[in-house]
Each structure stands twice: as structure tokens, then as C-alpha cells.
């Protein structure tokens, strides 16, 4: 069917017999249907469908689709973007530490508690200095 004829019936829609929306109703989805596989069947369409995750922004989808989610559903999703974060954290945590030169993270081992305390208290310190130097010089 061509498409003036689909938005005709379309147009009609209302005015048709209750008997017949049904029929007419699954013709139109039908066309419909029919269009979007011809019209989005091509080589660039069917990459984007593809789950690359260097291609999707992850985030930006599960806020969407959080915005018509149901409250329960919504809360997951809330919760999984949470965990996202904290896996991103972490990772900066430890692109941070690995970068720490290995003389200052490990250059004794503590043999009590008061040195292990005093040398978690050296790696925050250098840890927060490297932030501050590294906010100072505008890099994230």
C-alpha cells in the first residue's frame, strides 16, 4: 500500500464501523510495520543495534529509560547507576595508586598498627596531594 492511501485510512480511522476497527486497525500497524523494516534496513541501521559498549553511553540510556520506568523499577535502576559510579571510583582509586611511585606506597612494611596507621596516613596524603596537583592543573 502506498503511504497516501495508509494516512487515508489512517484519517478514516474513526468514522469505521466498530466492527471493522480491529481488521483495519492490524492492516495499519501491519503497513507500518512493514515501512520501518524497509526503511531502517540498511548497513548503518543494523551497526547500530549492536550492544558495542564503546558506542553506547550506558549511563545516558538507563536515565532515560529510568524517566518512564515505574517507581520499583526506577529504584533498580537508580541502584545500578550507583554501582557504576562506584566502580568508576574505583578505578580512578586505583589508576591513582598504581601511579604512586613504588619507593613511597612501599618502601616499608608496617610491623604494628601504629605504623601501618602512620603509612595509610602517607599513602592519603599523597594520594590528596596528587588530586590537588592534578585539579591545580586542570586535568580529571
Do not use: W
Not at 38 to 57: G, P, Q, R
Amino acid at each position: 500500500m502506498d503511504d497516501v492511501y495508509i494516512d487515508m485510512l489512517e484519517a478514516a480511522f474513526p468514522y469505521i464501523s466498530q466492527n471493522l476497527k480491529r481488521p483495519v486497525a492490524s492492516i495499519l500497524k501491519f503497513q507500518e510495520l512493514q515501512k520501518v523494516i524497509h526503511d531502517y534496513d540498511t548497513e548503518e541501521m543494523i551497526s547500530a543495534c549492536s550492544l558495542d559498549s564503546s558506542k553506547i553511553n550506558i549511563e545516558q540510556m538507563l536515565i532515560a529509560m529510568k524517566a518512564r520506568a515505574t517507581p520499583e523499577i526506577a529504584k533498580q535502576i537508580d541502584t545500578l547507576l550507583n554501582t557504576m559510579k562506584m566502580l568508576r571510583i574505583y578505578q580512578n582509586y586505583q589508576d591513582i595508586m598504581n601511579s604512586i611511585p613504588a619507593s613511597t606506597s612501599s618502601s616499608t612494611i608496617p610491623e604494628n598498627k601504629s605504623e601501618n596507621s602512620s603509612s595509610s596516613n602517607d599513602m592519603l596524603s599523597t594520594l590528596l596531594n596528587d588530586l590537588i596537583q592534578k585539579n591545580n592543573r586542570g586535568e580529571s
